[in-house]
């Protein structure tokens, strides 16, 4: 039945896929778990970038602000949307945050191809320079779309997450209710 359904309503396979695997092993292996900005932050260190990988209509980036407001990095937080003319600015920030412990999100990384080999050796002198001296509050988040110049040094040296836009009434609650805190239930 799946193969005909990709043959014929290709666009209707990961659903159907979705609908057998929950058939045949359980709902519970039909819903993927979502990881927290707080379990990406706990995991990440100031040699280690986190890559988020976009998909149509996802973006992390409200996430990640509201998590550094959180965290009490409002004022350190920088983003920069990568673009044409953007490479020079992107240097200059990270070397800034390396220094002074800022937050950097990167967006769009996809958009600036010829920026890549810069990118990709930052974050290897990130990784294995270990005598430059990096404040520990230093974080390089990154966002791409899936493309095939992204350097692959740069994703095997960092946390890679994808985000997805919520499919369905009950992920769309699922991802409402996990920007709650126990703290601000606790407030109302």
Known sequence: KLLLIRVLKPENIVLSIGQYVSGQLGKFYEESAT????????ESDCRTPVIFILSQGADPSNQLIKFAKDKGFEK?????SLG????KKAEALIARGIKEGLW????????????MPSLEKIVEN???NFDEQIHKDFRLFLTSMPATYFPVSVLQNGLKLTTEPPRGLKANLKRSYQ????????QC
Do not use: R
């Open 84 to 87: 044409q003319g953007q490479g």
């Open 104 to 115: 950097v999100l990167l967006q769009n990384c996809h958009l600036a191809k010829s920026w």
């Open 35 to 42: 990881a927290t900005m707080e379990d990406v932050y706990v």
């Open 126 to 128: 990130l990784a294995s």
């Open 76 to 80: 350190s937080f920088i983003p920069l």
């Open 179 to 186: 920007d709650f805190s126990q703290a601000l239930l606790d």
